[in-house]
C-alpha cells in the first residue's frame, strides 16, 4: 500500500465531500480509506443515520467504476465507520 497516493476513486470523493464545504470538517485520506475529523460539538448519531442518503446522493455525481472505500468519521470524543461497496471478504464477516 502507498499512502500518499491515492485511487482515483478514493480522490474523487474527498473532492466531493470537500466541495461540500462543510463548515469545521477536515477530510483527508487515510491509507485507502477516508477520515472526517468533525468539530467536537457534532452528532455522531445524527450523521450515522443521515450517511447511506447523503452519500447515495453524493454518488450521483461520481462516475467512476465503484470500489470499496471506508469512512472514518470523528469527533475529537468517538468514532464511527461506514463502509461503501464491501467487498465480498467484508460481507462474510461476523465480526
Known amino acids: 500500500m502507498k499512502p500518499d497516493v491515492m ?3 478514493q480522490q474523487k470523493w474527498i473532492t466531493t465531500l470537500q466541495n461540500a464545504r462543510i463548515h469545521g470538517w477536515e477530510i483527508k485520506p487515510q ?4 477520515f472526517v475529523e468533525m468539530p467536537h460539538v457534532t452528532d455522531l448519531k445524527l450523521i450515522r443515520d443521515n450517511l447511506p442518503e447523503t452519500l447515495g ?3 450521483l455525481d461520481i462516475n467512476l467504476p465503484k470500489e470499496r472505500l471506508k469512512f472514518i468519521f470523528h469527533n475529537g470524543y468517538e468514532q464511527f465507520e461506514y463502509l461503501l461497496n464491501p467487498a465480498v471478504e467484508d460481507l462474510e464477516r461476523e465480526d
Open 57 to 59: 446522493l453524493m454518488a
Open 31 to 34: 491509507g485507502d480509506d477516508i
Open 7 to 9: 485511487n482515483n476513486y
